[in-house]
């Protein structure tokens, strides 16, 4: 995942601030996520979800509503249709210098805010709602007790996740008189709704209400016993794969839009640390980074780590291809390499590999798979050297790679032909 951060304005004239996620490659669906009451675009929620779509090919703008975060304005000047008119100028924004958002996410209050924004973006296909109420007037609760204060002064400060923030009575009646029922009933576009059961901050009747309004398409999911704002990581893990699953029957997924193959292996930099990168191989995704204490985030196998893998799959490949030429007896290989530096001598780089064959093998059969091993093509090419070209590309790359992806297996085949 790439990470860059972005502004644009609000139909009020504020610069509101956003980030920008986007998978390696061309994206081929963007989505719109929009935060939780008095949160923020970096809440683990939404960068957990944004992580999870960008590995599906989905690009995710997350933004910090009028007043909140990095976003210029008042807080104490905003009310709920503020929210409304921030994701609609984000949608035009994205229209605009991107591609418009066919996905709506929405967490807690900012669920309430997608619903009500749907209708008025016309390229969205599904909208996800997470811990949504279904009346915006629910919100009242986090400071009722000020509520004759409010009144009285037009405004207060209130207490709200341990942090003060002015209320206005504008943000108040903003909340009144908003017809929730019949948006989600005019919705007309598939929905999700994801609620916990034991959700203490909103109930999960809301859930139960939305999901009655709703249309068909239409789907629930229960989050069991995570919190309302998914402090644990599991929690905003599970929803961010149930989205990016459940969304690709709506906007497609990463697969269906990937260009063809072209056999090379891309490390593109994420932004997030010092060192990740998000590797691609072939439709596989995943991280390589360095540990912690030399300045990464641990997040991945390191490159050596990435040799190393490469040996122990090839040897484990081979020994599976020879025995089931021979019908030799073997019930499983596994194998175990490390890379070690020995300063001094030549060459300075020494793979240990420890091979594990399990079955009804005698002595002489072992013995020969283990002379196997040392044919496999990747142990011939880290002992016979490789050469390196490299050249300057304009991006994205579409430099085919010199090595297809079968030469591998054409290689072990004829490593095992070798053995008659």
Known sequence: MRSEPLHFTSAGGHKIAARLDRPVGTPHA????????????????AVRIARALTAEGIAVLRFDFTGLGESEGSFGQSDFGTNVEDLVAAADFMRAELIAPSLLIGHSLGGAAVLAAAGLISEVKAVAVIGAPFSVAHVAHLFAAHLDDIARDGQAEVQIGGRPFTVSQQLVDGIKNQDQGGRIAGLHRALLVMHSPVDQIVGVENAAEIFTAAKHPKSFVSLDDADHLLTRARD????????????????????EAMPADDGAVRAVE????????EITAGSTRFYADEPVDVGGLDSGPTPYQLVSAGLAACTAMTLR????????????????????????????????????????LDDAQRAKLLEIADKCPVHRSLEGGASVETALVAAPSLMVAATPDDEHYRDMDAACREEG
């Open 30 to 45: 963007f989505a719109l996520f929009a935060h939780c009451f008095t949160c923020d675009k970096n809440s683990l929620a």
């Open 270 to 277: 994420t932004g997030a640390g010092k060192f990740q990168v």
């Open 236 to 255: 905003a893990d599970y929803v961010a794969q149930v989205v990016a699953g459940w969304s690709s029957r709506y906007v497609g997924t990463a697969a």
């Open 321 to 360: 291809l020879y025995s089931a030429r021979k019908q030799l007896p073997l019930e499983r290989a596994s194998v175990a390499v490390r890379h070690a530096k020995q300063p001094g001598t030549t060459p300075a780089d020494l793979f240990t590999r420890e091979v594990t064959l399990e079955g009804p």
